[in-house]
T-cell receptor, first 114, second 111 residues
């Protein structure tokens, strides 16, 4: 298996633009997680899916952020409109079942909002 | 929600054993303790997980005292490539508590 795949690896956009980050979890994994990492706040959980259903989205900062998982092999994290404070590295991770199981992280997407 | 406290940073030299301690005073009965490692420009990687006493794998050992209010990750004979951030997480299945990474401990291994 190729591991968790994220795209794009880097994204530079201007304030106000829509940004869509993509993730393909490891085949057979039932749980998917979106994290955001910054120097100031560390690694924060944004949202957690289990069997394609959002279980906990309390970490989503505000209504500008939305996440979907239309099927077991694909998820998106969308920011609309983007703001400079959204600049961070966004990681997607998957596990067989739940947060307690070993989570496998993707390479991350480095987002810069100008 | 069990909160964890770790040192912000630690320094070591190649060949030494490194012990990173994590405090989790309000750990719950069903909570497990998990450690992850993160290299620069990469996502975190699972190292080890335990509930009580001692767990050992090919990478590290995890020591958990009887009261479980703390845990110690032990890295034997570190090398330069062990320079990374180490995160301690505490929580039970289904709770977000297991998913709070925080800022971790930045370990710097020097030659």
């Amino acid at each position: 298996d190729a591991g968790v795949i994220q795209s794009p690896r880097h994204e530079v956009t201007e304030m106000g633009q829509e940004v869509t980050l993509r993730c393909k979890p490891i085949s057979g994994h039932n749980s998917l997680f979106w994290y955001r990492q910054t120097m100031m706040r560390g690694l924060e959980l944004l949202i957690y899916f289990n069997n394609n259903v959002p279980i906990d989205d309390s970490g989503m900062p505000e209504d500008r952020f939305s996440a979907k998982m239309p099927n077991a092999s694909f998820s998106t994290l969308k920011i609309q409109p983007s703001e400079p404070r959204d600049s961070a590295v966004y990681f997607c991770a998957s596990s067989f079942q739940g947060g307690l199981d070993e989570q496998f992280f993707g390479p991350g997407t480095r987002l810069t909002v100008l | 929600l069990a909160k964890t406290t770790q040192p912000i940073s630690m320094d070591s030299y190649e060949g030494q054993e490194v012990n990173i301690t994590c405090s989790h005073n309000n750990i719950a009965t069903n909570d497990y303790i998990t450690w992850y490692q993160q290299f620069p420009s990469q996502g975190p990687r699972f190292i080890i997980q335990g509930y009580k006493t001692k767990v050992t794998n090919e990478v590290a050992s995890l020591f958990i005292p009887a009261d479980r209010k703390s845990s110690t990750l032990s890295l034997p004979r570190v090398s330069l490539s062990d320079t990374a951030v180490y995160y301690c997480l505490v929580g039970e299945e289904g709770s977000q508590g297991n998913l709070i990474f925080g800022k971790g401990t930045k370990l710097s291994v020097k030659p």
